[in-house]
C-alpha cells in the first residue's frame, strides 16, 4: 500500500467519479483506475463498485474510508509538527536548574516561552552543578543553569546572573546566631561540614578562595550533599556550614520551625554567578527558542546581599 493510493482512494470517494477525481489529482483515468487496483489488491477487498451509470463506494469501502482519513490526518499533523519543530515552534527541551535559577531566572522565561513558543514541552529538573552537567553530558538535560562557566569545549554556555551570595549556615546554639554577620577568616576556628567538589566544583573552589583571600585553612570536619543535612548537621553540632543566599532564603532558615540559621559572610563576600549552560553543536531548536527568552532582568543581581540572620535574610 502507497500513501498516494490512499490519496487517490479518497478523492474518488469525495467525487464519485473518475473523471473528476483525475482532473482534481491531475492524473489520466487509466492511471487512476490503475491505482485503486492495485490498493484492492494489496487489501483483498473491493472498495468502489462502478457501472456505466455510477460509481459507490462498497460496504467495505465506506469502513476503509474512514480509517484512511484518520491516516491522512495524523500525516498532515505529523507534517505540521516537524515543521513547528523544526521552527521552533514545538518540540520539546529539558531545563536543569538550582534554586537561584528558579527564583530569578526562571518565572519570567518560562513566561516569554509560554507567550511565544505555547506549544514547546519545558521539563524542570532540580539538581545540583555537578548532576546537571552530567546530565547534559549524556542527553538527558537540554540546559543546565549551574553555578561557574564549564571548563570543557563540549559546552557552551552564557552568565544569566551575578554575584549570588553564599553565606554560612549554623544552628540555633551556635555563637554566631544572633549576628548580623561574620568575617570570613573568623572560620579559622571553626569546624566546617562541606559537600565534596564533584556536587558543585564553582561553589567549593569559591569558598576554598575566600579563605586564601583571608589567609586562612579551612578545617572541613564533616561532610553532606544535600542543603537539608547540612541544616540538620549544624543544628546538633556547633558546626558551620555553606548555602547560597537564595537557597538559605527558600529554606527559610531563622524561622521558628527551621533547625538552621543563615549569618552573612564578609571581608570577602564569597560570591558566585549563574550560567545558562548548553552542549556545543545542539540542533534542537527549541533550545534556541528557550535562550532567546532568557533575558536577565536588571534585578537579578544579587549584590551587597543583606544581613543574613534569622529573619533578615528576607
Known amino acids: 500500500m502507497e500513501f498516494r493510493h490512499l490519496v487517490s482512494f479518497i478523492t474518488i470517494a469525495e467525487e464519485l467519479h473518475f473523471g473528476r477525481a483525475a482532473q482534481r489529482l491531475h492524473l489520466t483515468q487509466p492511471s487512476l483506475s490503475t491505482q485503486l487496483q492495485k490498493l ?45 519543530t523544526a521552527e521552533g515552534r514545538a ?9 537561584p ?11 516569554r516561552m509560554t507567550e511565544r513558543h505555547p506549544d514547546v514541552v519545558v521539563s524542570l529538573w532540580e539538581k545540583r552543578t555537578g548532576p546537571q552537567l552530567a546530565a547534559l553530558s549524556n542527553g538527558s538535560l537540554d540546559i543546565a543553569l549551574v553555578y561557574g562557566q564549564p571548563s570543557t569545549t563540549e559546552f557552551q554556555y552564557r552568565r544569566v546572573l551575578h554575584r549570588v551570595p553564599l553565606v554560612a549556615v549554623v544552628g540555633r546554639r551556635h555563637r554566631w546566631a544572633d549576628r548580623p554577620g561574620v568575617s ?22 569559591t569558598i576554598f578562595h575566600a579563605a586564601a583571600q583571608s589567609q586562612i585553612s579551612l578545617s572541613v570536619s564533616h561532610h553532606a550533599d544535600d542543603p537539608g543535612a547540612t541544616a540538620h548537621l549544624v543544628s546538633v553540632r556547633p558546626l558551620v556550614g555553606f548555602a547560597s ?24 563576600v564569597p560570591t558566585l554567578d549563574l550560567y545558562a549552560v548548553w ?26 546581599p543583606p544581613p543574613a540572620s534569622a529573619a533578615a535574610i528576607r
Open 40 to 84: 484492492e489488491k494489496s487489501l483483498r477487498v473491493q472498495l468502489v463498485a462502478r457501472n456505466s451509470h455510477e460509481v459507490q463506494l462498497t460496504a467495505a469501502g465506506r469502513a476503509f474510508e474512514l480509517q484512511a482519513r484518520q491516516i491522512m490526518a495524523r500525516m498532515d499533523r505529523a507534517a505540521a509538527v516537524a515543521k513547528a
Open 245 to 268: 543566599l537564595p537557597r538559605a532564603i527558600a529554606m527559610n532558615m531563622g524561622e521558628p520551625d527551621s533547625p538552621a540559621v543563615a549569618v552573612k559572610l564578609m571581608d570577602p
Open 279 to 304: 552542549r556545543s553543536g545542539e540542533t534542537n531548536p527549541a533550545v534556541d527558542a528557550f535562550l532567546d527568552c532568557m533575558e536577565t532582568p536588571e534585578s537579578a543581581q544579587l549584590d551587597n
Open 184 to 205: 570570613f577568616n573568623e572560620l579559622q576556628h571553626q569546624q566546617c561540614v562541606l559537600f565534596g567538589r564533584e556536587q558543585c566544583p564553582a561553589m567549593y573552589d
Open 91 to 99: 518540540g520539546s527541551v529539558g531545563v536543569g536548574y538550582n534554586v
Open 101 to 111: 535559577a528558579s527564583r530569578h531566572i526562571l518565572p519570567h522565561t518560562l513566561t
